[in-house]
């Protein structure tokens, strides 16, 4: 029975990681698929891991129809058995209706991999109509990780290092591993980039940029970065030491 499976989970989880892995996977058993993405860090038409992998996909715009994609191919005599849709998020809801009636009524199987929500908490209208209609949704098992060390769950958004609540909710960035702004577009000459947070940091508003300032002006945090460390079991695991 085909499925409609949605992957999901924050940035810096290894989406397009798996992506590419299991596109690799069903062509190497001679499986036929089509590969999807928009708006993807490295441009147009790819999908690209943080890894270094990266092959070519169909870009996704407004005016896609996945439904139209399957049955033009599979008219032309190609074989279409599965897609692989990543940023999945930046879908509308009407091609992921589109994509449930693949599933259905063709029998081609959909993986669809997206971050759940954006950097004010909220659920992409893509990734809710993920939720809503998929077979099987899966929070992917690689930890994406907080400053701190502890798990990250929240993409938060930074403009000149700075972490913001407000913007359009598509502004295409990527999140750079030393907590610095990166370049994007959408904010002017700002520098806007993202960064994954543990809850406590994300409602407090602390990035790795805010920490390391306060580290180096020899100021408090406004709490004690031990409590956010500390992991219920006695022991305090391993996290970046900030004087202070």
């Not at 406590?200 to 031990?226: K, S, W």
Request: with cysteine.
């Amino acid at each position: 029975m085909a499925e409609l499976i949605f992957f999901s989970g924050t940035m810096d989880c290894g989406k397009s990681t798996l992506a590419l892995q299991m596109d690799y996977n069903h062509r190497a058993r001679g499986r036929g698929g089509v590969r999807f993405s928009r708006n993807d860090r490295a441009g147009g038409s790819r999908i690209s891991s943080r890894l270094g992998l990266e092959t070519d996909a169909v870009e996704v715009a407004d005016s896609t129809d996945f439904w139209d994609e399957v049955v033009h191919r599979r008219t032309k005599g190609l074989r279409v058995d599965y897609l692989i849709c990543d940023e999945a998020q930046f879908y509308t809801p009407a091609q992921v209706e589109q994509l449930a009636r693949v599933v259905d009524e063709i029998g081609v199987d959909v993986f669809a991999f997206g971050i759940t929500a954006d950097f004010r908490t909220r659920l992409f209208p893509g990734s809710q109509r993920l939720i809503e209609l998929a077979d099987r949704v899966q929070v992917l098992q690689v930890e994406a990780l907080c400053w701190c060390g502890r798990r990250a769950t929240h993409n938060a958004r930074t403009v000149d290092g700075v972490m913001v609540m407000e913007g359009a909710q598509m502004v295409v960035g990527d999140v750079d591993m030393a907590g610095d702004s990166l370049a994007a577009g959408g904010e002017g000459h700002r520098a806007v980039g993202y960064e994954t947070l543990c809850r406590r940091h994300y409602m407090r508003r602390v990035t790795a940029h805010g920490a390391n300032i306060m580290a180096q002006q020899d100021q408090l945090l406004p709490f004690e970065v031990e409590a956010c460390l500390w992991d219920g079991s006695g022991q305090q695991p391993q996290g970046p030491a900030l004087d202070g």
